[in-house]
């Protein structure tokens, strides 16, 4: 019998679908068969820092605190609270491992995700306040690796997202090797940017907003040539050491520590171990350091948040005005997010959950990651900072951030607002 012998093309379809149907075969069996049912007892509510100056206000966050997890169907939730320079508040309720039934305390570390570019804008803040990083020069052809685009553009743009640079979606296969496995360690701010160098940018710089990790990422190479150090070296030497960061660092640069949670996936009271496509258990974020890939605490990000509150000694008024302005398009308009350069900086929010709907100066940054939410917000004008983290995803980010609100707002409603000159400023800057 005559042996069939098929061309290389045929034979690289014929393995394509077989890789295909090996993955959804094995996803369909990971998706009936690793679903386990959450515990029907309440979770276990760790306390490690209650200042006695605000014994109400902790009483009333606790109460509404115990519960969150299970209304969130998350296996834990961690918080911190700041006031006026101070860490008062932090707890944890649910589960750092859901298999040895580990409880989370404010010592279990996240994935923080988008709260990153927070962070990441620390570092570059402390620069421009130095006078070593100007936010204003053209800098596209200078920055190493990257090659020449119709446009230059700014390191302002870059933080505000209007440089534009796109994101997940507007990247090919070749990024999405990296982006979709998660399974590449990379070893330098610089060597991530090959994930997205080679495309063209989405539009003139300043014409446009387009949310994007990927303009932080090459933000944080902006800080490595203005620094002539490595991003994370510098980060570690003039951020997380400076501010007592000790449980802050970038994913995959160390062993998993003792207090890593574990992330999960979660329905219907129901949680799995999160996987990349269902298979791969070790999630490498190396490639995106600065726009999404630390790990932190509650406490460890609300005293960033404290930081920034701290006046000069940390950064000068100038500065602080610059990093939560939101950035104007060159129509002039806002941004359609408000964000700024880091920050998201909300100028007179408005919600039910937060004293009873007065408009408040909100800057803040959530994040979403691989298995994991975080949401941090300071409240400039009453002094205060919020960082709230899960070891697994809210259905909505919307129905984790009302929670960390309501937790918010039993310590705003007995703060005394404070008159801040430089709130008028932004405000006739940006809305005049």
Not at 77 to 104: D, T
Not at 159 to 168: K, P, Q, V
Not at 201 to 213: E, H, I, Q, V
Request: glycine share 6%.
């Amino acid at each position: 019998m005559k042996k069939i012998r098929l061309d290389k093309p045929k034979r690289r379809l014929l393995r394509s679908i077989g890789f295909v149907f090996c993955i959804w075969l094995g996803w369909n069996i990971y998706d009936h068969t690793t679903w386990v049912l959450f515990p029907k007892d309440d979770y276990p509510f760790t306390t490690m820092i209650a200042n006695n100056a605000y014994v109400s206000q902790i009483q009333k966050a606790e109460k509404w605190m115990k519960g969150v997890a299970k209304r969130l169907d998350v296996p834990s939730f961690s918080i911190a609270v700041g006031h006026q320079g101070n860490i008062i508040w932090s707890a944890a309720e649910g589960y750092a491992h859901m298999k040895s039934l580990r409880p989370a305390t404010p010592r279990t570390q996240y994935r923080i995700g988008s709260t990153s570019k927070a962070i990441t804008a620390t570092g570059i803040a402390l620069l421009v306040n130095a006078g070593s990083i100007p936010l204003d020069n053209y800098l596209g052809d200078t920055i190493t690796n990257w090659p020449k685009k119709r446009w230059n553009f700014t390191t302002r743009q870059l933080l505000s997202h209007t440089a534009g640079i796109g994101n997940y979606e507007d990247f090919g296969i070749a990024s999405a090797r990296y982006t979709l496995c998660n399974c590449h360690q990379f070893t330098s701010a610089s060597e991530g940017i090959k994930v997205f160098n080679r495309y063209p940018l989405l539009y003139r710089p300043g014409t446009d907003f387009k949310y994007s990790s990927f303009d932080v990422n090459l933000a944080s190479v902006v800080l490595e040539q203005a620094a002539n150090q490595p991003f994370l070296d510098y980060m570690q030497e003039h951020v997380f050491h400076p501010l007592t960061m000790d449980n802050t660092y970038a994913d995959h640069t160390r062993l998993e520590t003792q207090h890593l949670a574990t992330f999960y996936e979660t329905s219907k009271n129901h949680y799995r171990e999160y996987r990349t496509m269902g298979i791969l258990d070790d999630v490498n974020l190396s490639y995106k350091w600065a726009g999404g890939g630390f790990i932190s605490t509650p406490t460890d990000l609300v005293k960033m948040g404290n930081a920034w509150l701290s006046g000069p000694s940390f950064l000068s008024s100038a500065t602080l005005k610059e990093f939560w302005t939101p950035v104007q398009l060159d129509d002039g308009s806002i941004n359609e997010q408000e964000y700024a350069l880091g920050w998201r900086s909300w100028l007179a929010y408005q919600s039910d959950e937060i004293l009873n709907n007065t408009p408040v100066w909100m800057v803040h940054h959530g994040g979403v990651s691989k298995g994991s939410m975080n949401f941090l917000v300071i409240f400039p004008q009453y002094d205060l900072v919020i960082n709230a983290s899960m070891n697994a995803r809210a259905h909505t980010f919307g129905e984790f951030a009302k929670e960390v609100r309501r937790l918010a707002n039993c310590f705003l409603t007995d703060l005394t607002k404070q008159p801040l000159p430089l709130y008028t400023e932004i405000k006739a800057k940006t809305f005049p």
